[in-house]
């Protein structure tokens, strides 16, 4: 089984960034996909963002492109999320999760760190 955390959340003004990383341990990382989904209080979990195993593909949510992007360092079992020109909206918990598919239903990611929470104020 692996094992998720992530970091790197905060409380930012709206207009800043942030970087978000995700560590993944316990198998051999390179192998999955990796997302990025985010969850507002009161709101269903919402995908943000998916990086194919080799780095060459990515796809985001509508909402985010242009402002966010998703990299990974295989070498460093580390998957991140650039998120610029935050907004108060995109305030959230954000989970790193993990694949073998490439598409946005979190149903079918099969592990999940603990979330971070970013924080953007108006």
């Known amino acids: 089984q692996v094992q998720l955390v992530e970091s790197g959340g905060g409380l930012v003004q709206a207009g800043d960034s942030l970087r978000l990383s995700c560590a993944a341990s316990?198998?051999?990382?390179?192998?999955?996909?990796m997302g990025w989904f985010r969850q507002a209080p009161g709101k269903e979990r919402e995908f943000v963002a998916l990086i194919a195993w080799s780095g060459h593909i990515t796809y985001y949510a509508d909402f985010v492109k242009g402002r966010f992007t998703i990299s990974r360092d295989n070498a460093k079992n580390t998957v991140y999320l650039q998120m610029n020109s935050l907004k108060p909206e995109d305030t959230a918990v954000y989970y790193c999760a993990s694949t073998r598919g490439f598409n946005s239903d979190p149903n079918d990611y099969d592990a999940w760190g603990q979330g971070t929470q970013v924080t953007v104020s108006s």
């Open positions: 316990g198998r051999a990382f390179s192998a999955y996909n």
